[in-house]
């Protein structure tokens, strides 16, 4: 009986080879894909987490954009490139659901009926004109729009809807094309999902430092609180991480927001007067911290500790970091034989 199936999982792996030598011979655009991946999911860390909020469900929909956007890279690697459109729509909504949510910090209320699927109004899923008008009672947001027409920016990307509900020649799997009627590296596709994607970013993380723009402000948080910091913040690598994508004049009004911004402010002066993390803090906080993913790891002291090893041949420390390290797996090999996770596979 022969296959009546012409999407088939080999044509879609020869796609990908396609694709991935398409990257390996645009640099530029295999390290945007990279950086913007990154950029995206940093953009999560300014999101609260407090005891309050804690598995609430309100940090949902920008886990769940994050991972349809992956997903979306996904389908446009292997030629699926409608599907990776309708995944980038999906990722944009889910993105601006992120905001809309918490926009009065009471995510971890308003998101319950949604988040547990229930079969009442509430629950579904709210249009974009519904997003965009609660969005739209914050002052900072409601401000910047007017500054910078960020509504119409989002509006451009009205198109991926027509993905989604098929309108037409253009927008179905022959996406408007002279093509084979399976799936094929499409460079122009690929170019455009990649346009796509960045548009997306770039909304979905404005919004999101508007909200929160103490995620905006450049300080040595590890001062204060260690590799363990619990605060909405991000480290300064980071933050040059989004102003590679995002437009310097949209950089500069949020920045002012944060200046201007009570509560943003409140915290961060709040931050920069804890007292100082000690040597004897940092070194604490390091031995609690490594105790925990010794404990976490499929095979215990021994798979963390190879690790470890590995980090320190392949990262460039210091004498000084590396003895620390050495000396810090010592203490904890003791830990680990008195706690009876040495090895989970009970052979050490």
């Known amino acids: 009986m022969t296959n009546p199936y012409i999407y088939t999982l080999e044509k879609s792996i020869n796609v990908s080879k396609k694709t991935e030598l398409f990257l390996e011979k645009n640099p530029i655009l295999k390290t945007k894909i990279n950086q913007l991946g990154w950029a995206y999911f940093n953009i999560g860390k300014i999101i609260p987490q407090t005891t309050e909020n804690l598995l609430s469900g309100h940090f949902f929909p920008f886990v769940e954009s994050w991972d349809e956007l992956q997903i979306s890279f996904n389908l446009a690697a292997f030629g699926l490139y409608k599907q990776a459109f309708a995944a980038l729509r999906s990722g944009l909504e889910l993105g601006l659901m992120s905001v809309y949510y918490n926009i009065n910090d009471e995510g971890h209320k308003t998101v319950q009926d949604w988040f547990k699927s229930k079969r009442t109004l509430e629950a579904n ?44 020649y253009n927008y179905s799997n022959r996406l408007g094309l002279l093509k084979s009627n399976s799936q094929t590296f499409e460079e122009k596709m690929f170019v455009k999902w990649l346009y796509t994607y960045e548009e997306i970013f770039i909304i979905v993380a404005t919004l999101h430092l508007i909200k929160y723009p103490i995620g905006i402000i450049e300080f040595e948080w590890g001062n204060k609180c260690g590799i363990d ?86 990262f460039n420390y ?3 970091d590396k003895n620390k390290i050495l000396n810090r797996m010592r203490a904890l090999k003791k830990w680990a034989i008195e706690n009876n996770v040495l090895s989970k596979n009970k052979r050490s």
């Open 125 to 168: 899923t709210p249009r974009r004109r519904e997003i965009w008008s609660l969005l739209n009672t914050n002052n900072n947001i409601k401000n910047f729009d007017k500054k910078f027409n960020l509504h119409s920016r989002l509006d451009d990307l009205n198109f991926l809807h027509n993905y989604v509900h098929t309108k037409g």
């Open 229 to 314: 910091n619990p605060f909405p913040v991000l480290e300064k690598d980071q933050i040059r991480r989004l102003q590679d994508f995002l437009p310097n004049d949209y950089i500069v009004e949020i920045r002012k927001i944060a200046s201007e911004d009570k509560p943003t402010q409140g915290l961060f002066k709040y931050i920069q007067g804890l007292p100082d993390m000690t040597e004897i803090d940092l070194e604490e906080q390091a031995l609690k911290l490594d105790k925990l993913w010794i404990e976490l790891h499929p095979e215990g002291f021994i798979g963390w500790k190879k690790q470890e090893l590995k980090m320190i041949k392949h």
């Open 318 to 320: 210091s004498d000084e």
